[in-house]
């Protein structure tokens, strides 16, 4: 029953082009429930000037040589990495259909259109089966081949490869469940092929040549066929589109079964333009999607340029200005996200998996921590002048310490040894807003480098359901929450929302600033204000209900993993992690002061997840927090404050 409300709302969200569109994709997919029919023969040599053309070896920074090195050896032994920093323990050829997290294999040889990729059984996550189909690891065994000059790195790859084949036919099973797997592995077969195109032994090129063959051509059919639409696309659509580049660049034989390379530049043109706000901003509202779909485009971008084509100045100009947003709204000691997102990256061009945001930021900027990036991409983006941390933000509206992206409602504010990114969006994307979290207005705090208050993070997208709800509802986060009501907007499950609340607004406010966000029923507001040496900031929260009455309201403040707290009294407390420290005091107006900390029981009332927050996707951790309760009236006038107070290093 879940599953037909979930439908008949996501019906309910698209528009009749849409939902035409998707009476077309259900006649494709029946269609081609068979399988794969193209022309048994082909060619498929690739053009030798195609993107990605392999730098020299010998020019290859020693950081990527070492971590080339702990990753092949790592691969080899069936010590795999997922999301970035997840472990896993696979086989070592692995079971392609397997959550190695739950340990569960879930092989399914149906045609993948009759499947549902959102209900796997025994708690697996099909995302967690995606991952490991996305040949990251193989084309870090393919880096290592070129830059190292390891055959058996290379051999193995390809063995990898061909049992992949062999255990994932055409359209069956669930890595053939997503357009946008497809993509991404025509992006990782792209560079397999450019890395190992020029190996010495004839062997390894018949085989190359062999899996070109099967491949390519289905991969490029799925990709543009079944590619996403409407109020799916998303960074979907950008992907697929992405894939096809790429492959189409490199043997453009495969027009013939997708579309030639000109309808293709259109469309990704089209598509990076719609994903990313005039500020630099990624519409989906996901900070780790910001990347992800960069690093989508900028691939594409110079697959294009490699091709003698010319890419717009403005779509050159809007990749620049995406880059610099994740430069400026992403931290580089201790990264967190915001929004709905699953640490996912295009393809391994960093040199060490832990420290992937570091490296982009470093690329961007055109420093030493971006050396791998730029050995495999060159230089980076500009809009006529480098990154540094002592410019102003580009395309933002200064007021008073706060630096705000008007498009993408996000505001920063870095004052002495504080760093602030508060939250001033929309919901997200398109009519479902996909990705969205009930976040606005919501205020992570960094002191000196170390995370200190922070955003729940997203769990898992489909392994465990009540948790994402949790870490995507507003309570979870520590925005002023109205007590007593439904929420709203409401989720109604899985990438969908009911609707969009208003843009939340930013203005100058006294010495402060204040943020405002109208939702059904309720007026929120958010001051923050600094005192006069800015070592210490003040939060002012308040809620008015219908007729201007006040109503009552939570805020949680949830801190890091990591974090200790000790009380001082019961307004004051002591926050400390990793040798940094900050008081906390709370205004005597709160009505109920809560502390919870690590093996603490729950306060009545209390949500049963409160406190597990997500560093990365799959990751969850327990973390102390405050929860802070208001029931004002309308003859008891209150103000609502926290104060965050720097205290000498712990």
Known sequence: MKDIAWYWHRLRAMSAAEMASHVVKKWRQRRDLTGFHGPSEWVLDPRPSAFPIPPDAASAPEVLREGLRRDTEAILSGRWRAFGGLELRVDLTPLWHKDYLVGEEVARMEPAFLLNHRSLP?????????????????????????????????????????????????????????????????????????????????????????????????????????????????????????????????????????????????????????????????????????????????????????????????????????????????????????????????????????????????????????????????????????????????????????????????????????????????????????????????????HRGVAMVVDPGTGAYYADTSLRTWLASRAAHNAPCPEGTPEWPRRLGPFLWASHHEPPAMVSEGSGVEGRLSLRGHALTRRITPDETRSSWRVEDRCVGQGGAPAAFAVRWQFAPGATLRMLDERQFVLCRRGESLTICVSESWDEVRLVELGDALPEGEPRLAGIVSPSFRKTERAPYLILKARPSRDKTCVFTTTFLASPPS
């Open 122 to 446: 025994r708690g697996a996550d099909v995302k967690l089966i995606w991952e490991l189909s996305r040949w990251y690891h193989l084309v870090r065994l393919a880096q290592a081949a070129h830059v190292l000059g390891d055959a058996t790195a290379a051999g193995r790859c390809l063995d990898l490869l061909e049992d992949w084949v062999e255990k994932n036919p055409p359209y069956r099973g669930w890595n053939w469940t997503s357009a946008l797997e497809v993509g991404i592995r025509l992006i990782q077969f792209t560079w397999i092929d450019a890395l190992l195109t020029p190996a010495r032994s004839e062997g390894l090129s018949a085989r190359l040549a062999a899996l070109r063959r099967r491949v390519l051509p289905a991969h490029a059919y799925y990709a543009w066929r079944h590619r996403s639409f409407g109020s799916s696309a998303n960074n979907h659509l950008l992907g697929e589109l992405v894939g096809l580049v790429l492959a189409v660049a490199r043997w453009p034989e495969l027009a013939s079964v997708s579309a030639p390379l000109e309808e293709l530049q259109g469309l990704w043109e089209r598509e990076t333009l719609a994903q990313f706000a005039p500020d630099g901003g990624n519409r989906e509202q996901a900070l780790n999607y910001q990347l992800f779909s960069f690093e989508f485009a900028w691939q594409a971008h110079q697959a294009i340029l490699a091709s003698k084509r010319v890419v717009p100045p403005r779509v050159h100009s809007r990749l620049a200005d995406a880059a610099r947003f994740f430069w400026e709204a992403q931290v580089e000691q201790e990264p967190w996200d915001y929004g709905d997102s699953d640490s996912a990256y295009v393809t391994p061009l960093f040199a060490d998996p832990l420290r992937i945001v570091q490296e982009w930021r470093g690329w961007i900027a055109d420093r030493v921590p971006g050396a791998s990036i730029a050995y495999w991409l060159g230089a980076p983006p500009t809009t006529g002048r480098p990154v540094s941390a002592g410019d102003a933000p580009m395309h933002t509206a200064s007021i008073k310490d706060w630096w705000l992206y008007p498009q993408s409602g996000i505001a920063m504010m870095a004052s002495g040894f504080w760093w602030m990114r508060w939250d001033l969006s929309r919901l997200g994307y398109l009519a479902t807003a996909a990705h969205g979290h009930l976040d606005a207005l919501h205020l992570s705090i960094w």
